[in-house]
């Protein structure tokens, strides 16, 4: 059975508003959601879940991440 959650739920997981869950909400961006009824979104656990994995970012060697090495040093 799939999570809803509210809006609150939403922002508190992934760390944004819930003010900008509503303004990408406006612009069709953003994390996808169920239209309950005008006034009532709900988004999936999985949805968000997929949209935090897909923004995971590997932490690397910042000396070797352009492929170079600062000399100067």
Known sequence: MTDYLKASQ???LTGLSVSKLAK???QGIGLPYVSV???CVRYRRTDIDA???ARL???IDPETAS???DTHL
Do not use: F
């Open 10 to 12: 939403a922002a508190e």
């Open 24 to 26: 990408d909400r406006m």
């Open 57 to 59: 970012v590997n932490a």
């Open 67 to 69: 492929g170079r090495r």
């Open 51 to 53: 949209y935090m994995e």
């Open 37 to 39: 009824s005008p006034r």
